[in-house]
C-alpha cells in the first residue's frame, strides 16, 4: 500500500540564504518531476517552491527511501552537500503530511499567516504536475481536498479578512470613508516604501489623478513619472489641497507641513467633500488637530499600527479556528485512504454481491413452492456463482505484482461497486 | 384581515431577529434570512391593508390603528426600495424592528372599519395621506442612516473602530443614502402638504386654518427645506446632514404624534382609537 510522504523546508526551518539556494526554478521543477518518479520506491509527486517554503508531496511504497532518494536530488541538482541542508528539513508521512499540505494551503503555516498566495502557487504547482502525468490516485484526491479545505478555511473564518500591513490597513480605512476609491485625487507627499506601496494600492483601486511633491523637484518627477501622474513644486500644495481627496504624507520635515487653518479654510470650497490625510512621516507632517474639522480624517503611523496589530491578533484568532476544519478534513482523509486497503475493500466486495444474491433467492423462494430440498440446491448454486465471479478480481487485487499502483484499481473497484458508502 | 396582521407581525419580527444575528455575525445568510422574511411580512401587510381598503371602502385613515397600518407598510415599502437601490444591509436593523413595532400597535388597537364618511372618499384626501405617509416613511430612513453615520464617524474619528466599525458600511454610502431619502422624502411631503391645502380648500373652504397640526407641518417642511438648501448651496454634509436629519426626524413624529396627544386641533380623530 503507497504512503504519502511530505518532504520540505520552510521560512521557520530555513535561513532566507538556504531557501534561495533550495528554491527551484521552472526547468530544475519539470527535471524533478520527470526524475523522482522514475525511483522504485516514490510513484506520485507534486512539487512546490516559492520564496517561502520547498515542499515535495510523494506516495511511495518506502517513506524512508523516498525521503532519501529526495536528499540525493537535491545534492544532485542544487550541488550542495547534504549536512548543508539537513538539519532544515522535516519530514512527514501519512496523516501528518496530509495535516502540514491542508495548513499549507488554507495559509495557516505561512510567514504571514492568512496571505492568499499560497494556495495560487499550489494550483500552479499541481498543474505543472499533472501535465507530467506525475500524479495519481491519491494524490489527485488529496489535492482536490487540499483545495476545498482552503476555500473553507477561507470563507468560513475570518482568517484573510482584515489588513494586516500599514499600506493596506490605510487603504481599508479610506474604503470605509469614501466607499469606492475610484475617482479619488490623490497627493503624495515625500517619498518612502511604505508611502510608495500605499500609492501602488490606490492605483489598483483606480483612483483618479497622482499628484507629488516632494522637496527636490527633480525627485518628485521622478517619482511622477513612475505613477504616471503630475509633479508639484512643493510651495504649490496649499493650492491643491482643495482638490485632494487623499493625501499621503511621509517626509522628513521637523514640523508640520499641513496645518489646521489651512484645511479648515478649504473645507467650504469643497463643499465639505471627505478628505483623508495618511502621515506615515516620523516626526509627524500633518496636524493632527485637522481631524476635530468635520469630514477630514487623519491617521498616523501609530494609528495604522494599532489597526494592524489588532487585526493580527484577529487573525491568529481565526487561525484557530482553521485548524480544526483542518483536523476535520484530515479525518475525512484518513477514512478515503484507509478504505483503499486490500482486505476492507475485498470484504465490502463480498458482502455487496452476497446480499444481493440473498435477496434474489429470498424473493424467488417467496413465489414459488419449492421444497427445502430445492431451496438448499439454489442456496448452493447462487453462492457458488458469487465466488466464480469474485475469484478473479480478488485474485487481482490480491496481488498486485502486476501493476504497481494498487490504489487506482482499489479506488476503482469501489466506485464500479458503489462500495463508499 | 387579523390573521394577516398577526403573520405580518410575526414576519417583521422573525426578520428583526435575523437582521440583528446578521449585525452579529456578519453572515450574508442571515440578511438575505431577513430580507425574505421582511418581504413576506410586506405582502402580508399588503394584504392586510387590501383587506382593510375593501372592508371600509376608503383608505383606512380615520383613526390611529388605521394610519398606522398605512406608515408601517409605507415604511416597508421605502425600506425594500431604498435596499434595491443602494444595497444598504444594516438599515434592516432599524426598518425591520421599527415595521414590527408599528404593526404590534396596530394588533393592539384593534382596527375595526369606520363608517364610510363621504369627506375620506376624495382624490385630494388619498393623494394627501399617500404622500405624507410615504414621506414619512423616507424621512424614519434618513433618521436611521443619520444615526449609523454618526456612529461610524465615530468610529474612524476617535480611531476605537469596535464594534460597528467593520459592520457598518462607508461613511459615503450612509451620507448618500441619507441624502436621497430627504430628497425623496421632501418632495412627497411638499406634496402632501399642498394636496392637504387643496382638500382643506375644498372641505372647509379655506386653504388654512392655523391649526397646529398645520403650523408643525409648516414647521417640518422648513427643517428639511433648510438641510436640503445648505446641502445644495455650501455643501452640507456628513455629520452636520446626520443631525439635522435626527432632528428633522424628531420634530415630524411630534407633528405625526405629539400634536394630537398634546394640542387640539382638526386632525383629532387621527389619533382616535
Known amino acids: ?421 | 384581515m387579523k390573521i394577516f396582521i398577526i403573520i405580518t407581525v410575526l414576519m417583521y419580527l422573525l426578520s428583526s431577529a435575523a437582521y440583528l444575528a446578521y449585525l452579529f455575525l456578519q453572515k450574508d445568510r442571515l440578511y438575505k434570512i431577513g430580507y425574505g422574511l421582511f418581504s413576506a411580512g410586506f405582502f402580508s401587510h399588503s394584504i392586510a391593508l387590501a383587506l382593510a381598503l375593501i372592508t371600509s371602502g376608503h383608505l383606512p385613515a380615520g383613526n390611529l390603528p388605521g394610519n398606522l397600518l398605512i406608515a408601517g407598510w409605507t415604511l416597508s415599502a421605502a425600506f425594500i426600495f431604498f435596499h434595491f437601490k443602494f444595497k444598504l444591509k444594516v438599515m434592516g436593523i432599524f426598518a425591520a424592528p421599527l415595521a414590527g413595532l408599528i404593526m404590534v400597535l396596530v394588533y393592539g388597537l384593534n382596527w375595526e372599519p369606520m363608517p364610510a364618511e363621504t369627506i375620506f372618499n376624495n382624490f385630494w384626501f388619498v393623494l394627501h395621506i399617500i404622500t405624507i405617509f410615504s414621506g414619512e416613511a423616507m424621512f424614519a430612513l434618513a433618521c436611521a442612516a443619520g444615526i449609523l453615520y454618526l456612529t461610524q464617524e465615530h468610529a474612524i474619528k476617535t480611531k476605537q473602530r469596535g464594534f460597528f466599525f467593520n459592520r457598518l458600511p462607508s461613511l459615503e454610502l450612509l451620507d448618500t443614502t441619507g441624502y436621497a431619502c430627504i430628497a425623496g422624502g421632501f418632495t412627497l411631503l411638499t406634496i402632501g402638504l399642498i394636496t392637504g391645502l387643496v382638500y382643506a380648500k375644498m372641505v372647509w373652504g379655506r386653504f388654512l386654518s392655523w391649526d397646529p397640526k398645520e403650523i408643525w407641518s409648516g414647521i417640518s417642511w422648513l427643517v428639511y427645506a433648510v438641510l436640503l438648501h445648505e446641502r445644495l448651496t455650501v455643501g452640507w454634509r456628513g455629520r452636520k446632514a446626520a443631525i439635522w436629519s435626527i432632528i428633522g426626524f424628531a420634530v415630524l413624529l411630534f407633528t405625526f404624534l405629539g400634536v394630537n396627544f398634546f394640542l387640539e386641533g382638526h386632525h383629532g380623530e387621527f389619533t382616535r382609537w
Not at chain 1, 16 to 26: G, T
Not at chain 1, 45 to 72: W, Y
Not at chain 1, 311 to 337: C, H, P, Q, S, T
Not at chain 1, 398 to 409: E, L, R, T
Request: glycine content about 4%; hydrophobic content about 40%.
Open chain 1, 1 to 421: 500500500m503507497l504512503t504519502i510522504v511530505l518532504v520540505g523546508l520552510n521560512h521557520k526551518t530555513a535561513p532566507v540564504e538556504l531557501r534561495e539556494c533550495l528554491a527551484f526554478s521552472k526547468e530544475e521543477k519539470s527535471i524533478a518531476l520527470e526524475a523522482l518518479p522514475q525511483h522504485p520506491s516514490i510513484s506520485e509527486v507534486v512539487l512546490i517552491s516559492t520564496c517561502n517554503r520547498v515542499e515535495i508531496l510523494m506516495t511511495g511504497n518506502d517513506p524512508e527511501e523516498a525521503i532519501k532518494a529526495v536528499e540525493s536530488f537535491f545534492c544532485r541538482v542544487k550541488k550542495l552537500s547534504l549536512f548543508q541542508f539537513e538539519n532544515s528539513l522535516y519530514f512527514y508521512v501519512g496523516d501528518e503530511a496530509v495535516r502540514h499540505f491542508f495548513r499549507v494551503a488554507s495559509s495557516l503555516d505561512s510567514m504571514m499567516v492568512g496571505e492568499s498566495q499560497i494556495l495560487g502557487q499550489i494550483k500552479e504547482a499541481y498543474r505543472t504536475a499533472t501535465g507530467k502525468n506525475a500524479t495519481s490516485v491519491i494524490l489527485n484526491r488529496l489535492l482536490h481536498r487540499t483545495f476545498s479545505v482552503a476555500k473553507r478555511v477561507r470563507t468560513e473564518t475570518g482568517i484573510g479578512d482584515h489588513a494586516v500591513s500599514i499600506s493596506y490597513a490605510a487603504i481599508e480605512l479610506g474604503r470605509k470613508i469614501f466607499g469606492s476609491l475610484e475617482k479619488k485625487d490623490v497627493l503624495l507627499v515625500g517619498a518612502g516604501e511604505m508611502a510608495e506601496l500605499a500609492v501602488e494600492h490606490l492605483i489598483r483601486n483606480r483612483v483618479g489623478c497622482i499628484f507629488v511633491s516632494n522637496r527636490t523637484f527633480e525627485r518628485a518627477v521622478e517619482l511622477a513619472g513612475r505613477f504616471n501622474g503630475k509633479a508639484l513644486r512643493f510651495d504649490e500644495i496649499p493650492n491643491y489641497l482643495e482638490k485632494i481627496d487623499i493625501v499621503i504624507s511621509s517626509t522628513g520635515a521637523p514640523g508640520f507641513i499641513i496645518h489646521h487653518q489651512q484645511i479648515k479654510k478649504i473645507m467650504r470650497p469643497r463643499r465639505n467633500r471627505p478628505v483623508f490625510f495618511i502621515d506615515i512621516a516620523v516626526p509627524r507632517d500633518i496636524d493632527p488637530e485637522i481631524n476635530r474639522i468635520n469630514n477630514a480624517y487623519v491617521y498616523d503611523i501609530d494609528d495604522l499600527k494599532e489597526i494592524v496589530d489588532e487585526n493580527i491578533e484577529d487573525r491568529n484568532m481565526e487561525a484557530l479556528k482553521g485548524e480544526r476544519i483542518v483536523d476535520e478534513a484530515v479525518i475525512g482523509f484518513r477514512n478515503w485512504y484507509e478504505s483503499l486497503a486490500v482486505v476492507p475493500t475485498i470484504v465490502a466486495l463480498k458482502n455487496k454481491l452476497e446480499t444481493i444474491a440473498r435477496s434474489e433467492i429470498s424473493k424467488t423462494v417467496s413465489l414459488r413452492h419449492f421444497s427445502n430440498a430445492d431451496c438448499l440446491a439454489l442456496e448452493k448454486m447462487t453462492n457458488a456463482m458469487v465466488n466464480k465471479i469474485l475469484h478473479d478480481p480478488i485474485y487481482f487485487l490480491k496481488n498486485p505484482g502486476n501493476h504497481i499502483d494498487n490504489a487506482v484499481y482499489l479506488d476503482m473497484t469501489r466506485r464500479l461497486f458503489d462500495l463508499n458508502e
